[in-house]
Structure formats: C-alpha cells, structure tokens
C-alpha cells in the first residue's frame, strides 16, 4: 500500500499526540520510510498547525481555480470548434 500526505499527517499527529519531539518524529518517519518521508520542514509545519489546535489532517479548501471537468460534450464542443475555424482561442469562447 502507498501511503499519501493523509496518512503521514495521521502518523505525525499521532507522534505529536505521545509527545514526540519534532526531530524524534522526523527521524522515526524517515527509519520507516526513507526516501518516501516527508522533509523535516513539512513535519515541523504540521507540528506547528498541531499546537495551534488543529485536529484535521484533511487539506483545506482553497480559493483559486476551480477544477475543470472533462466530459464527451465539452471535448465534441471544442472539436466542432476547431473545425470551424482552426485559428480559434479558448478565449472567444469560453
């Protein structure tokens, strides 16, 4: 099983939990899982967002861009498009 940045933030909230110093939880992830690790840096934030009472290991949601969808319509669109006129921008349209 891979583990992603939701499971090393459970192990790290749970080193901070038992009282796990920062660097004593940094080198325990990097004995397990070496190169697979996250950087002292990333550790030592998450211990950070631990002390100010945060208990989520989930990402916040973020303003900015909101995801694109990728539906059959939406790619025939374009294409009908193109064959009208192969000089079009996205910008015209959409």
């Known amino acids: 099983m891979e583990l992603n940045r939701e ?36 550790v030592k934030n998450w211990y950070n967002e631990f002390n100010r009472g945060r208990c989520s290991i989930q990402d916040e949601s973020r303003a900015g861009r909101p995801k694109s969808v990728v539906v059959p319509e939406k790619i025939n669109a374009v294409r009908e498009l193109i064959k009208q006129d192969r000089h079009v921008t996205y910008d015209r349209h959409f």
Do not use: M, V, W
Request: net charge positive; aromatic share 16%; with cysteine.
């Open 7 to 42: 499971h090393f933030r459970a192990i790290i909230f749970h080193n901070f939990r038992r009282g796990l110093s920062r660097q004593e939880c940094f080198d325990e992830l990097n004995s397990l899982y070496s190169d697979k690790a996250p950087s002292y840096s990333t």
